[in-house]
């Protein structure tokens, strides 16, 4: 009996259809490899690179990340505002699950879901990674990543009750001065800046273009006397 039971193949895993079944797993669960076929908005994605792509359904946000030695670029052009359909499987992400794409289907353009408005201390649990929010804060200071080729631009955001690091993957000449001290309002994706045993340190939040920021108080008005 102990030899049959030994020698009985596992049971197949479970297909997975929405984004919230596969933030429920864990990172050991996810590195099982989980089938999956999720459909959401596109509310982020590097277009120069190709990369960071993030999808969004309307409650829950997904990072989906490219196989190794592979590129996102295969299934065509891609814009944030498309909604796409993903089949492929789950794998272990550094902070949270990430889905590896077998196959991406885009259906164009369909509409963009309305962004979620959290507070900063639901937003350092952890619960709402990935997802598609709305932050208002102003910006104390901005610079360009390190590197021969400056591709992203960081500004630190006071919001209340904290600071979130915001990242953009398009900006122009003269942000880093206008943003300074400037009220903003910026849509984007939560991201989490982790430790190296995987804990939580901080928010950020995956912007994509300067251009869509609002800028509610210029900088020299954000700090001005009443």
């Not at 649990?125 to 200071?141: A, K, P, S």
Request: hydrophobic share 40%.
């Amino acid at each position: 009996m102990v030899v049959a039971l030994a020698g009985k193949q596992p049971a197949p895993l479970p297909l997975l259809t929405d984004i919230e079944a596969v933030r429920a797993l864990s990172q050991a669960e996810a590195a099982k490899g989980y089938p999956v076929r999720i459909r959401g908005v596109i509310t982020h994605f590097d277009e120069l690179r190709s990369t960071g792509l993030m999808i969004f359904d309307g409650s829950s946000g997904q990072f989906v990340q490219a196989a190794p030695n592979g590129s996102l670029v295969a299934w065509g052009p891609m814009r944030g505002g498309d909604t796409i359909e993903i089949t492929g499987h789950t794998v272990r992400g550094g902070y949270a699950p990430n889905v590896v794409p077998d196959e991406i289907r885009n259906f164009g353009n369909l509409g963009r879901p309305a962004p979620l408005n959290v507070p900063y201390s639901s937003l350092l649990t952890g619960r709402h990674d990935c997802e598609f929010v709305e932050l208002t804060g102003v910006i104390r200071r901005a610079w360009l990543s390190t590197g021969p080729d400056p591709h992203t631009m960081f500004a630190d955001m006071t919001v209340d009750g904290g600071t979130v690091r915001v990242a953009f993957w398009s900006h122009h000449t003269g942000d880093l001065e206008r943003f300074i001290d400037a009220r903003v309002r910026v849509r984007g994706n939560i991201g989490a800046i982790f430790g190296p045993t995987e804990q939580l340190l901080g928010v950020s939040l995956l912007a994509g273009r300067t251009a869509d920021v609002q800028m509610l108080e210029k900088g020299t008005e954000a700090f001005s006397p009443p």
